[in-house]
Nanobody, 121 residues
């Protein structure tokens, strides 16, 4: 079993900051990519940012310059530093990891349970 456990969500005022963390645990041979998605009420889940094992990153246009994704490979943890938050950033944020459990098995996408981020005055 592999678990992805998120933390760091909450309520913040516009212009404020939050830092999300997601730690993977269990039987894991490798993680090629980790990322964050979000889903607002009535909307589809969308990619916020992702990072591959080599360090290359990718961001949604709506968060470029405000959010920073990073990962600690030794800790199997991915972070999302969110600055200059806006009300439209309000959503449930989900951690995603592309996991290979054994050297001979296929990769699959693991998901966290989600953490609520609310930006409101």
């Amino acid at each position: 079993q592999v678990q992805l456990v998120e933390s760091g969500g909450g309520l913040v005022q516009p212009g404020g900051s939050l830092r999300l963390s997601c730690a993977a645990s269990g039987t894991i041979f490798s993680i090629s990519a980790m990322g964050w998605y979000r889903q607002a009420p009535g909307k589809q889940r969308e990619l916020v940012a992702d990072i591959i094992s080599g360090g290359n990153t990718n961001y949604a246009d709506s968060v470029k310059g405000r959010f920073t994704i990073s990962r600690d490979n030794a800790k199997k943890t991915v972070y999302l530093q969110m600055n200059s938050l806006k009300p439209e950033d309000t959503a449930v944020y989900y951690c995603n990891a592309r996991i290979r459990r054994r050297s001979w098995t296929y990769e699959y996408d693991g998901w966290g349970q989600g953490t609520q981020v609310t930006v409101s005055s």
